[in-house]
């Protein structure tokens, strides 16, 4: 029997949660016009949505908010959070944002311009809408693997080098704004990107003169899989592999309320001199002085204190060991989840769950409903709803997969909680899965529409 990572904390504080009826639940989703975005915290039981701002803090965290220093310029809790982001990642230049979606505006904004491409691992929304806010388009470029979800390959968030270089021959190397790695992969289901990987991505992009960023937002969990799944790394501690990981692009996005383990808060951070200098006016403009960015002193110390914690090893092993065991006792009774599990979240692949609903009927859309209508679990889809529109010819996207996502918030849910949310999703599928019929939209909202649509049973 495999010996199961220790829960690396005790618990000091408690939320207070409520399961409501069925007959409830069903009117909620209902009201809720099928999209779960529009419930009411208190209407949710296990609340999986996301795991952006969602964790639970530690002590040391509630500590360091009290001594924020909240002055407009030259605050000293800006300086702390860019020292430890100089030895964690050894970037040079820090720019403070609100959150992940304001570190893609800034840059994209100096960045991307009508016709230039963005190539990179299955671009998150808010990602791939920025990029095509400002004229662009954002060019998939993952391995095959990672377009399929049972498809057993350790690092399905890989780029595909060749893919890569057929992006770049097709629409000039000039228009380029850059190419992304988003470690994990959140829209490919989790996956983590290989160190060697980031290297050849690395050396292709500085032969060519291309920048090369990551969506960093949960780059820790991507630094334990690169340990754990790759041989040569098996030995090496977390931090020297993100120092490592860092050393061979030119900057990163991040949403700090994933892997800095906060309710709020990221930043943009380059090497380029120059480029920060272009992007602090921005910085202004949308978010803030350059010393705050949108957030005050105690979300900076705060952020500064999870960055600290979450390359701990027992944290990282307890915290992909609690999503894996999840996938693998759904996996085990039949549930078809995407494999490898990835370390964020359970993907559920609502096609095969729903294999008798057609592609255009948003399975997975559906799957999520369910979930909440048979035990509280609120889930999101990843899939045909999210994808969006093409922006040239307007025709709905079919995504290589269609997935209701389980984000599972840090240390937060215990294992009795996740047992719950697996004997919904069994019933469920056992109760449901014959099922011929789907969804359409009742609104489809403009943008990101998964937010803000309706949907209706067919």
């Known amino acids: 029997m495999t010996q199961k990572a220790f829960v690396p904390y005790k618990i000091k504080s408690i939320e207070p949660i409520t399961l409501l009826s069925r007959e409830e639940r069903e009117k909620a989703i209902t009201k809720a016009g099928l999209n779960l975005f529009k419930l009411r915290s208190e209407q949710v039981y296990i609340d999986l949505l996301t795991d952006s701002g969602t964790g639970a803090m530690s002590a040391k965290q509630w500590s360091a908010v009290m001594i924020g220093d909240e002055s407009y310029a030259g605050s000293s809790s800006f300086f702390k959070l860019e020292s430890v982001i100089h030895d964690l990642m050894g970037l040079q230049y820090i720019v403070p944002v609100h959150q992940g979606r304001a570190a893609e505006h800034v840059l994209d904004h100096v960045l991307v311009s009508k016709g230039k491409i963005i190539p990179g691992n299955t671009h998150f929304d808010t990602t791939k809408a920025h990029i095509e806010f400002r004229g662009g388009r954002a060019v998939d470029c993952t391995i095959e693997e990672g377009r399929n979800p049972t498809a057993n390959h350790p690092f399905k968030g890989n780029i595909d080098l060749e893919l890569l270089k057929q992006a ?4 000039g190397r000039e228009n380029v704004a850059y190419v992304l790695l988003t470690i994990t992969c959140n829209s490919g289901g989790g996956q983590p990107v290989s160190m060697a990987n ?36 098996k030995n090496t501690p977390i931090k020297k592999i993100v120092k490592e990981m860092f050393s061979y692009v030119d900057g990163c996005t991040m949403s700090a309320k994933k892997d800095a383990i ?16 272009d992007l602090k006016p921005n910085e202004i403009l949308f978010e803030g002085f350059y010393t705050y960015g949108g957030m005050s002193g105690m979300d900076m110390e705060n952020m500064a204190q999870g960055l600290t914690e979450v390359t701990d090893e027992n944290y990282l092993a307890y915290r992909v060991g609690q999503v894996k065991d999840l996938g693998e006792n759904l996996d085990a009774c039949g549930i078809p989840v995407v494999k490898p599990i990835g370390g964020h979240a359970v993907f559920i692949d609502g096609r095969s769950f729903y294999p008798k609903v057609p592609e255009d009927q ?28 093409d922006p040239d010819t307007g025709k709905n996207l079919r995504p290589a997969m269609d997935l209701c996502r389980l984000a599972i918030p840090r240390r937060v849910y215990t294992g009795e909680h996740l047992d719950y949310v697996a004997d919904i999703i069994k019933e469920a599928h056992l109760e449901t899965c014959n099922r011929t019929k789907g969804l359409a939209f009742e609104k489809e909202s403009k943008g990101i529409r998964h937010f803000d649509s309706t949907f209706k049973y067919l």
């Open 262 to 277: 906060v309710p709020i808060g990221g930043f943009l951070a380059v090497r380029d001199e120059q480029l920060y200098e």
């Open 168 to 171: 770049v021959e097709k629409y």
């Open 198 to 233: 980031i290297k050849e991505v690395s050396k292709y992009c500085r032969k060519e003169n291309l920048r090369l960023f990551f969506d960093a937002a949960r780059f820790a969990e991507n630094a334990y899989f690169i340990q754990q799944r790759e041989e040569s790394f």
């Open 362 to 389: 948003f399975p997975a859309q559906m799957v999520c409903v369910e979930l909440y209508k048979y035990g509280g679990v609120r889930t999101v889809e990843v899939g045909s709803s999210l994808a969006g529109r």
